[in-house]
């Protein structure tokens, strides 16, 4: 059975690449391919107003999302 993907592109020019401030904090916008060639676009709020927690959690996020351990249909953080 084929897993689901997160697609990830990094601009490593901007430290802030995939997440963004909403009025004070931050939340981190992936995608996850699915193995029926569909895309899920996820925005997960961090719960943070600090721009480096929000750094490392959207670091964490990708590591746990890489190394499989994720059900894209449930929110993470």
């Not at 600090?50 to 190394?67: E, K, P, Q």
């Amino acid at each position: 059975m084929k897993q689901s993907k997160l697609s990830v592109r990094v601009n490593r020019k901007n430290a802030n690449h995939h997440i963004w401030d909403n009025n004070g904090k931050w939340w981190c916008h992936l995608t996850v391919h699915h193995p029926d060639y569909t895309t899920e676009r996820r925005r997960l709020s961090l719960n943070t107003r600090d721009v480096n927690i929000a750094r490392f959690l959207r670091d964490s996020l990708f590591h746990v999302y890489v190394a499989g351990n994720f059900n894209p249909r449930r929110e993470v953080v």
